[in-house]
């Protein structure tokens, strides 16, 4: 940036603060925060309880132990050592294996008392300069509060850890902030004011299930360009900036999943995990996108599926949404390394006659003005891939594609019908259903067997199961096999 080049250094509030960066020790947050926390500040991580501020403390203390050589000193006013240890343990944090490497400590100060804080401040600095501490956590100023009276009392206590911790041992502290249900300030605001950086982890519902987000407010001499994040406590903690695509180096060919007894994998590892295996033969699933999700979003999640359908010698039939074309469908294919003679034996890729597109093999042409009449037809094309490959066969349907085409009443009773006859030949049917259909949105629900739905929060990509109910989960790009697979972490 810029001003890092002009001014490798800030003055401020008497002390120095170099732009030399520590990471968080948080996945994902790093790169919100340009690299992590400027060395020798002060950071406020403050929530109500059970949002996760111990858990984000000893990320930052581990890690940056494990990873960076920085030893750290945990300071505890509410919690022991031994409960603390068998906490982080289930984390798969050793910290007993690094207090014997000399690479932490932890001082249980559960008995402060207002006489004591003088002396407590002096070990507290002590122990930091006699480990070298580079990393500092206090836990936490709520604690340290109530044993004042007047605010200035906390704001000469919060100087003097400022400046005798902080600046004169130059360790980079994290201090936590008990927020108590029904408040929204960090505490007396004199914290918050003096601190070069304020996190708060909040906890609420999203859809009616657990979401978890964390405000950066500050951290000072950073250029924010993400203010607030979703983030997990699922195996640990981990932030979630908004979603980008990952480049594929060496592109393979799609692996096929085998399928459960009674089931169809959707492609997916952790899409069958969600769903206890994979659809269910002769189902019809309601595949919901929400605002604002591109189109190359959804197909994450969707592609899988007919991939793994064409990799089992299985035949897949595509009505195409609005704005999705035969060749946007092919190249899909062809990212997963299917060839010419897959595709025109087993997709067809249905759309009008009067798109006046070439004659490939793959493509089927409907005339669009009489519902009944295509829709024998389309079933004729069904019963001749069936006929070829001896297995069912996958049909992903653009709803708003098909209400253009019939209008909404026509689609919803060829749906019904539809529906039906899934599940007598059990095959699998997909309606892509995007923005804009809430009434559509109920209908469908009503006949689909299962029923998901993409979307989109602080720029990260959130998908959850209506029908069977799961949690939410945050979406990302997993490229380790090859070619674009949905990774799915539930938010806990």
């Known amino acids: 940036m810029w001003w890092k080049k002009r001014h490798p250094i800030l003055f401020f509030r008497g002390i120095y603060v170099s732009f030399e960066r520590v990471s968080t020790g948080i996945d ?78 932890y001082l249980d100060l559960a008995t402060l008392r207002e006489d004591g804080f003088s002396s407590i401040l002096s070990r507290i600095l002590e122990e930091v300069l006699e480990l070298n501490a580079k990393r500092l956590v206090i836990d936490s100023l709520s604690a340290i509060i109530q044993a004042f009276e007047k605010p200035v009392d906390i704001r000469i206590t919060l100087h003097t850890i400022i400046s005798k911790i902080i600046n004169q041992a130059k360790c980079t502290t994290l201090m936590i902030v008990e927020i108590p249900f029904g408040e929204k300030r960090t505490g007396l605001g004199i914290e918050e004011f003096m601190a070069d950086g304020v996190i708060v982890l909040k906890v609420g519902e999203l859809y009616r299930r657990i979401y978890r987000s964390m405000e950066i407010r500050k951290v000072r001499g950073t250029r924010l360009t993400e203010r607030t994040v979703t983030f997990t ?3 640990g903690f981990k932030a979630f900036p908004p979603f980008k695509p990952k480049p594929i180096k060496n592109r393979e060919r799609f692996r096929p999943t085998p399928d459960p007894p009674k ?47 064409l990799a089992n010698g299985r035949a897949v039939m595509i009505i195409p949404s609005a704005g999705v074309d035969h060749n946007i469908i092919k190249e899909r294919c062809m990212e997963a390394k299917f060839t010419d003679d897959e595709l025109n034996r087993l997709l067809r890729v249905c759309i009008p006659e009067s798109f006046g597109v070439p004659k490939e093999p793959y493509i089927a042409t409907f005339k669009t003005k009489n519902i009944k009449e295509d829709y024998q037809k389309y079933l004729k094309i069904e019963e001749e891939l069936m006929a070829t490959t001896g297995q069912p066969v996958l049909r992903i349907t653009g709803a708003d594609s098909l209400i ?13 019908i539809d529906a039906t006859r899934i599940r007598e030949k059990k095959s699998l049917g997909i309606v892509i259903l995007k923005p804009g259909y809430a009434d559509l949105s109920k209908m469908l629900s009503a006949v689909a067997d299962v029923h998901l739905k993409l979307t989109r929060k602080y720029g990260a990509l959130i998908f959850y199961g209506i029908k069977p109910r799961t949690n939410l989960h945050i979406v990302e790009m997993d490229t380790s096999k090859g070619v674009p697979l949905p990774k799915l972490t539930p938010i806990i």
């Open 404 to 416: 253009a085409y019939y209008g909404k009443e026509a689609a919803v009773n060829i749906w019904n």
């Open 233 to 235: 406590l699922s195996n």
């Open 28 to 105: 994902g947050l790093d790169a919100v925060v340009e690299g992590g926390f400027p060395r020798g500040s002060l950071i406020l991580v403050a929530g109500n309880p059970g949002t996760g501020k111990t858990i984000f403390s000893a990320h930052f203390l581990y890690r940056g132990a494990v990873d960076y050589g920085d030893s750290g000193v945990y300071v505890s006013f509410t919690e022991s050592y031994e409960s603390f240890c068998r906490s982080m343990e289930n984390l798969g944090f050793d910290f007993r294996k690094l207090e014997k490497e000399k690479k932490f400590v």
């Open 263 to 309: 089931k169809f994998s959707t492609g997916s590892e952790d899409l069958d995990n969600l769903l206890g295996g994979g659809f269910p033969e002769g189902s019809l699933v309601l595949f919901e996108v929400g605002e604002p999700v591109s189109t190359s979003q959804y197909h994450l999640i969707l592609s899988p599926t007919p991939w793994n359908f």
